[in-house]
């Protein structure tokens, strides 16, 4: 289940938002971009709508993932 951005307080936004940086892992990329700026573009992407923060009932786990990638389905991610 997608859970919108306004049921949310800034507190659990931005917790979400940090475990799911921290659970990514190791940036290969050309460059190294730091752990705000990685926050900044979530938050961005999160508003703009590109991502979605979902809620899995069965495993009881918060994720955030890309919008297109979830159906709104009852399957569970």
Known sequence: MIIPLD???DDVLEGIVEAFILREGTDYGD????FDEKKKQLLA???SGEVVVVYS???ETVNIMPANAFNGKAQEY
């Open 31 to 34: 460059s190294e971009v730091s």
């Open 57 to 59: 009932e069965l495993h």
């Open 7 to 9: 049921q949310l307080s």
């Open 45 to 47: 992407q999160l508003n």
